[in-house]
């Protein structure tokens, strides 16, 4: 018989959620400010990193 190991993750996200509430707030960003640089910052996050892989 296999055993199967759940792992949460909610403190990871917690983590990641408080600090992005941080972030806006210590910006003193209006709300669709913060809007934008929840939905943007990924997307330039993952350009930085893949031109860093890529060479």
Known sequence: MQKIKI????FTGFSWLSGWLFTIGFLQLTFWKGV???LLWPYYI???IRAITAG
């Open 46 to 48: 993952g350009v930085h």
């Open 7 to 10: 792992e949460n993750q909610a």
């Open 36 to 38: 934008m640089a929840l």
